[in-house]
Structures are given as structure tokens and as C-alpha cells.
T-cell receptor, first 113, second 111 residues
Framework: KNQVEQSPQSLIILEGKNCTLQCNYTVSPFSNLRWYKQDTGRGPVSLTIMTFSENTKSNGRYTATLDADTKQSSLHITASQLSDSASYICVVIHSGGYQKVTFGTGTKLQVIP | DVKVTQSSRYLVKRTGEKVFLECVQDMDHENMFWYRQDPGLGLRLIYFSYDVKMKEKGDIPEGYSVSREKKERFSLILESASTNQTSMYLC??????????FGDGTRLSIL
């Protein structure tokens, strides 16, 4: 069964600290993996896209890693800001055909002053 | 910037009513999607459309139908609303092989 599991479910960190969110998937065949940020009451917004051959990709203070062998990805947030408070969703896109998409259930991050 | 607009942010309807959720995108995207999002379950695909007048069932189509008469508009229809359809509904659009762009969602309550 194609699944995407994220950990932790929720996280509280102090402003300025770093954190790492995890994503494990069993999707096969795999095309690419995306991290989305969803602010409360808003739709998800794409942060990064990683293909099979990419190990690391950065978008400002966000750095995503991918290990296609172990089927694990992480999202590292550096020097967190209050505006980073949101849910972070890992999304895996299947290869072929209509590019089926499997969503993780998300990690809810709260950054406190 | 891509804009995906959902007609209502909040909607309250009664059991048995026919409910229409509208979604419009302004980037000429071929593909459009309807999801529902429930706590602890993530986003689940209801229906999608790869082009005008085309529709495909997603993972949870029961109790829903869709309409795509124009490329920019994708409508989700609850034929006879039930309380278990209370949820956040998200519309998305994309060009093939590109990331999805989401609307801000419609929080639907069925009483």
C-alpha cells in the first residue's frame, strides 16, 4: 500500500531555533517528492520539489533532503521565525500515467517567542 | 502568480440539501482537483479532471459529483449533503508535471 508517514505529528520550538521534520514513504514507483506549507485557514503552498536524483534542495531557510534508497525525506528549518508556524505536508508523486499523488498527514509546527 | 479561487470560505448547509462548491483558476491549467482535508487523515482526493468535460474518480468519490464545462472552472457537487461530509474542501490546479496550486479552502458544515 502506498503510504506517506510524517513525524512528529506536532512540534513546539522557540523562535530562533532549528528543527527537522521527517517523512517516510512506501510509494512505488516514485517520481518526485514535495514539501508544502499550510498556514492555518489557507491552502498548502509548495516549498520544495525533489526528484529521484536530488539529495538536497534549499529554499531560503528551508532545506529538504531525500534518500531514495531508504525512502526518507526531511525538511530542516533554520533560525525559525514566528511566521514558520504552520502545518508542513510531505507529498509523494507516483511516476507514470496520471501522476497519482499521496499526501502525508502533516506536522503541525508552532514557533513561540 | 497563479490564483485558485474558491467561491466561499465558510458554508453552512442542512442535511439533504444539494450543495455546490465552485473553483476558478486563472492560469489556463489543464488539470484540476478536489480534495477534502480532515484532522489526522491528510488530503484525500475526491475527483479530478484532466481537461474540459473530463472527470475521473479519486479515492473517495461516493456522495459527490463534479462538473468541468469550462477550462478555468471546476465544480464539486454534494448531491444530498450528509453530516459526514462536514470538512475542509480544497481545490487545486496544475499544468502536467508541475506542482499543484491550491485555493484557500471552503470549510463546509452540514447540520
Amino acid at each position: 500500500k502506498n503510504q506517506v508517514e510524517q513525524s512528529p505529528q506536532s512540534l513546539i520550538i522557540l523562535e530562533g531555533k532549528n528543527c527537522t521534520l521527517q517523512c517516510n514513504y512506501t510509494v512505488s514507483p516514485f517520481s518526485n517528492l514535495r514539501w508544502y506549507k499550510q498556514d492555518t485557514g489557507r491552502g498548502p503552498v509548495s516549498l520544495t520539489i525533489m526528484t529521484f536524483s536530488e539529495n538536497t534542495k534549499s529554499n531560503g531557510r528551508y532545506t529538504a533532503t531525500l534518500d531514495a534508497d531508504t525512502k526518507q525525506s526531511s525538511l530542516h528549518i533554520t533560525a525559525s521565525q514566528l511566521s514558520d508556524s504552520a502545518s508542513y505536508i510531505c507529498v509523494v508523486i507516483h511516476s507514470g500515467g496520471y501522476q497519482k499523488v499521496t499526501f502525508g498527514t502533516g506536522t503541525k509546527l508552532q514557533v513561540i517567542p | 502568480d497563479v490564483k485558485v479561487t474558491q467561491s466561499s470560505r465558510y458554508l453552512v448547509k442542512r442535511t439533504g440539501e444539494k450543495v455546490f462548491l465552485e473553483c476558478v483558476q486563472d492560469m489556463d491549467h489543464e488539470n484540476m482537483f478536489w480534495y477534502r482535508q480532515d484532522p489526522g487523515l491528510g488530503l484525500r482526493l475526491i475527483y479530478f479532471s484532466y481537461d474540459v468535460k473530463m472527470k475521473e474518480k479519486g479515492d473517495i468519490p461516493e456522495g459527490y459529483s463534479v462538473s468541468r464545462e469550462k477550462k478555468e472552472r471546476f465544480s464539486l457537487i454534494l448531491e444530498s449533503a450528509s453530516t459526514n461530509q462536514t470538512s475542509m474542501y480544497l481545490c487545486a490546479s496544475r499544468s502536467p508535471n508541475q506542482p499543484q496550486h491550491f485555493g484557500d479552502g471552503t470549510r463546509l458544515s452540514i447540520l
